[in-house]
């Protein structure tokens, strides 16, 4: 009996290895941790131009073209949607290709295609601002409405 | 002279501390995250309330940042749209000798907001002409 009361003996555990190890992965974490703004994609399907057209028996309807003008300094000048001119609201341009798609059955079923045409030295952030107006729009409850999901470049003009 | 020397061992309880720290650990180590090849600090994407996180990743993706000047870092390499002609003709021969169908591969170009548009499509043309076709732009999320 007497022995093993002897055994309650306080043992120390050096911690001091672990704790720098501790610290040492802390830190690590800490100079690596970065915060990531959330990235999301646009889908865009551009064939290569040799492809032959196997489509010859029902053949889509013709894209809708969206010219996007620039000035000099790479700055919007102008949104042109088919012949129309829009100014340089996105908005209009929205509500233009809805009612295309309206017209033609609503989002799900019409077949429309957008064909932008942004001017070479335009800025790219418009290119991406025209493409969100085209592609859909975020209702008041947050949620995506879906206008169009085919979007695409149009061939350039050769310099 | 004798000194008696107090060496008697003082203890700290590091419980409380040792807790915490854990917990840092733990929390840093769930948010770290490697995917480093698909961020660059050069490049500042443009804003689009639309961008959603995709559910599932493309799963062959072709990483293109298209800086401002109009050269592609790719993989970790900045080079010109000439030089990017040769790299993505490598990759394509690799992608061949793994024989992956082109149809699952994904090119996600990454551009700068304040690249010129005419830049981006010439990259999308270089792709075309090595008979990639999906394309995905990739933007951000509105940061409040």
């Known amino acids: ?159 | 002279m004798k000194f008696k020397t107090k060496s008697k061992s003082y203890q700290m309880d590091m419980t409380a501390m040792i807790d915490i720290v854990f917990l840092l650990i733990a929390f840093f180590t769930v948010l770290i995250n490697f995917s480093d090849a698909e961020q660059n600090e050069r490049i500042t994407l443009p804003i689009s309330e639309l961008a959603k996180p995709p559910e599932t990743p493309p799963s062959e993706p072709i990483i293109l940042h298209v800086l401002g000047n109009g050269n592609v870092i790719y993989g970790t390499q900045e080079y010109t749209p000439e030089a990017l002609d040769k790299q993505i003709a490598f990759h394509m021969r690799f992608l061949n000798a793994m024989k992956i169908p082109l149809k699952r591969v994904t090119v996600i170009v990454r551009a700068d907001g304040d690249c010129q548009a005419g830049k981006v499509q010439d990259v999308i043309e270089l792709c075309q002409r090595h008979r990639l076709e999906n394309f995905k732009l990739r933007a951000r999320q509105n940061d409040q």
């Open chain 1, 1 to 159: 009996m007497r022995r093993a009361k002897k055994e309650y003996g306080r043992r120390e555990l050096n911690m001091t290895a672990m704790i720098d190890i501790i610290f040492l992965l802390l830190t690590f974490f800490i100079m690596t941790f970065k915060i990531v703004v959330p990235e999301g994609d646009f889908s865009i399907k551009m064939p290569p131009k040799s492809a032959p057209s196997s489509a010859s028996l029902d053949t889509p309807p013709e894209p809708l073209r969206v010219v996007l003008s620039s000035s000099p300094g790479g700055n919007l000048s102008s949104i042109t949607f088919g012949e129309k001119p829009l100014g340089r609201n996105f908005n209009l341009l929205r509500r233009e290709i809805l009612s295309v798609v309206s017209k033609r059955g609503g989002p799900k079923k019409a077949d429309v295609e957008v064909e932008l045409a942004p001017d070479d030295r335009l800025k790219y952030a418009y290119v991406i601002e025209a493409i969100t107006a085209v592609t859909g729009q975020v209702g008041a409850d947050g949620q995506v409405y879906k206008i169009c999901d085919k979007v695409k470049f149009a061939p350039r003009r050769k310099k």
